[in-house]
């Protein structure tokens, strides 16, 4: 499809672990996002990689999450150790412009 | 820090009924979006505004940007039950970063 694309759509993990979320943006996007959404919430913003530049890594919670962008497509975002706290769906979505379009997300519970 | 607050949370009508999501914010943003996300999926956008006072329609939906650019108001005509869903409201700043409001709950019941 031509969508944005994420795996994988569900992630059951216990404390303590480390998970790998995979985001494959829309081909030729130059710009990808992650954000967290708790349930029944507003998006939170993570990080946001736009071309070769320096990633924005604002939003990032803690340095138990990081997150990388290969060859300027495919993005994994990473968390070390988790919290039942992290438990949430991580949206990511790519642009070229100013539209967002955004993938399915995946959801990760934390036991 | 900007912060967006979205009222009401949670709404609750019958189809064919109008109504009004406001999103408010201290802080100008440069531009105002709005989206639609249904359960297990992700946002999809439905309208971006850009200038003070500017008005945008989408079928039954109406939106709105406020003349200082601080805040927005959607409203939908003859609401169907179609219409259930999340709505966002998302103020745009520095590098296409959107700060997100927390979201309005619409359920149309048939």
């Known amino acids: 499809g031509a969508g944005v694309s994420q795996s994988p759509s569900n992630k059951v993990t216990e404390k303590g672990k480390d998970v790998e979320l995979r985001c494959d943006p829309i081909?030729?996007?130059?710009?990808l996002y992650w954000y967290r959404q708790s349930l029944g919430q507003g998006l939170e913003f993570l990080i946001y990689f736009q071309g070769n530049s320096a990633p924005d890594k604002s939003g990032l919670p803690s340095d138990r999450f990081s997150a990388e962008r290969t060859g300027g497509s495919v993005s994994t975002l990473t968390i070390q150790r988790t919290q039942q706290e992290d438990s949430a769906v991580y949206l990511c979505?790519?642009?070229?412009?100013?539209?967002?379009?955004f993938g399915p997300g995946t959801r990760l519970t934390v036991l | 820090t900007q912060l967006l607050e979205q009222s009401p949370q949670f709404l609750s009508i019958q189809e064919g009924e109008n109504l009004t999501v406001y999103c408010n914010s201290s802080?100008?943003?440069?531009?105002l979006q709005w989206y639609r996300q249904e359960p297990g999926e992700g946002p999809v956008l439905l309208v971006t505004v850009v200038t003070g006072g500017e008005v945008k329609k989408l079928k039954r939906l109406t939106f709105q940007f406020g003349d200082a650019r601080k805040d927005s108001s959607l409203h939908i005509t003859a609401a169907q039950p179609g219409d259930t869903g999340l709505y966002l409201c998302a103020g745009g700043g520095y590098g296409n970063k959107l700060v997100f409001g927390a979201g309005t709950i619409l359920r149309v019941k048939s």
């Open positions: 979505a790519s642009s070229f412009y100013d539209e967002q379009f």
């Open positions: 802080s100008v943003f440069s531009s």
């Open positions: 081909s030729g996007h130059t710009a």
